[in-house]
């Protein structure tokens, strides 16, 4: 049996950052559509369950109510506290259920707390979320053929052909003895408090850690983009230190939110290799992947590296690609 699990964070692309930035609302109505179409291509290549979880929107399972599918489609009950736990609890359902391949919709905060809840996933990350560098914006219908695709294990299993890379995750150790990860950014912030969901202030920006320091794209990610580029497949993150406006500091305009853009000035940045531990002192807030979760003060740091150990995350365009040339979409005529 082959199966896959279409885990909907329903708050995503839905905040605050909408009224002060330039955002996009993505309505429950536009991710049914999303729903329906990932399953509509998982169905297709042949796929044998569907797994989603009930929440009170009804996302998915509206989505898939009528839709004549030949796979079956199975609804997992789970605890609902309506914040982003419930997104952890999903996971550990499908999980639970033996489920290896997940579709995400959500963003950055989405898919980081599924790496964080099951880090060996094989994860079809779809960008539904605000401030998205993780999840990609490629089109549900192939991402449902990709995810079924791997469930039914036509794929290589390691990265040879590209076909999925295993992530890159930001693991941070507090001084207190907590931990957390981020797949994207670590940013510590003046100034600030832990819940704020505002889009960032440049001018309370410290430093950051970036896996990924990409020019197109927005939030923190471009800060280390806009001069020195990083990929996913690099074996590398990217420290940048925030200036304070001196002649000597660089100054960039770049992107912080969609459409909102901020001059900051940056002091310097340099390449951080796997493995390698950096350490955040000082008074401030840490904000992981944009969720400010955790204080830090005179007596509380916080010590990162960056490491290879995430989930498996499929490149779309590239699974269609090996499985054509694997001859995967031919079917024999009846």
């Known amino acids: 049996m082959s199966a896959i699990a279409i885990c909907v964070n329903p708050m995503s692309g839905r905040d605050v950052r909408r009224i002060a930035a330039r955002a996009t609302n993505m309505t429950h109505e536009a991710k049914r559509d999303i729903v329906a179409r990932i399953a509509a291509g998982a169905d297709s290549v042949g796929v044998n369950e569907i797994y989603i979880v009930d929440e009170p929107f009804r996302i998915a399972s509206m989505a898939l109510e009528w839709m004549p599918l030949r796979a079956k489609v199975v609804s997992l009950g789970v605890e ?10 999903a996971v550990q359902a499908f999980v639970s259920e ?3 391949v997940v579709v995400s919709l959500g963003g950055d905060g989405t898919n980081r707390i599924i790496a964080r809840s099951a880090p060996d996933l094989d994860l079809v990350p779809l960008s539904t979320g605000t401030n ?5 914006m490629v089109e549900p219908t192939t991402a449902g053929m990709v995810a079924g695709l791997a469930a039914m294990k036509r794929f290589p299993d390691d990265s040879a052909f590209g076909v999925r890379t295993r992530a890159k995750v930001l693991h941070a150790t507090f001084s207190d003895g907590d931990s957390d990860i981020a797949l994207i950014d670590a940013v510590q912030l003046r100034d600030d408090y832990v819940g704020n969901l505002l889009p960032y202030d440049e001018a309370k920006i410290m430093r950051i850690l970036l896996t990924r320091a990409l020019p197109d794209t927005v ?6 983009g806009l001069v020195s580029v990083v990929e996913e497949t690099d074996d590398f993150g990217l420290l940048v230190e925030i200036g304070d406006n001196k002649e000597s500091d660089t100054f960039i305009k770049a ?5 909102f853009f901020k001059e900051v000035a940056i002091s310097r940045s340099q390449k951080v290799v796997l493995g390698e531990k950096v350490t955040f002192e000082g008074d401030g807030i840490l904000a992981l992947d944009g969720d400010r979760e955790h204080r830090l003060a005179n007596e509380r740091s916080v010590s990162m590296s960056i490491r290879r150990d995430g989930p498996w995350v499929y490149d779309v365009g590239a699974a269609m690609r090996y499985a054509v040339a694997e001859g995967m979409m ?3 005529s009846q």
């Open 98 to 100: 033996g489920i290896a």
């Open 132 to 136: 998205n560098v993780f999840p990609s």
């Open 255 to 259: 992107p912080l939110s969609p459409g």
């Open 219 to 224: 939030g923190m990610s471009p800060l280390g």
């Open 330 to 332: 031919l079917r024999p």
């Open 80 to 89: 609902l506290r309506h914040d982003a736990s419930d997104t952890e609890r």
